[in-house]
């Protein structure tokens, strides 16, 4: 889908699966991101914070939203972007990214689209959900 097609309440963006999460993908995230929390990389620390193992970074599940969004416009046509983290995503969880128009108003003479926002594991958890404006006219 691209900004010029029709958008409506109710328009669903085009579901974005990322492989499960690896401890590469957490140690490079930790590196690009510049968090290096040994709590999402190294076993031991994350065993003694009361973990069963690694997890992924909070922000790398809002970098996959923000891929999602990305992919069905142009970044600048964002306006606004929030979220809320609602439970940890797992070494080896598949997150799944999901969107879905709320609204639709106009704002100092543009049109925006409100979109809310889910990241969901295979199991159905939600580990973030919020929301973006977008423009789309």
Known sequence: MTVTD????????PPLTVPPISRLTLAL???ASGDHNPIHVDLDAAKSAGMPDVFAHGM???????????NWVPQENLRSYRV??????????QPTCSGRV?????VDGEKRATVDLTVTLADGTVTLSG???IAIN
């Open 60 to 70: 790398l599940s809002m970098a996959y939203l923000g891929r999602l969004l990305t």
């Open 84 to 93: 809320r983290f609602a439970s940890i995503t797992p070494v080896h969880g």
């Open 102 to 106: 709320s609204a639709i108003q106009e």
């Open 131 to 133: 929301d973006a404006v």
């Open 29 to 31: 995230f930790a590196g």
């Open 6 to 13: 029709p958008i409506a309440v109710g328009t669903e963006l």
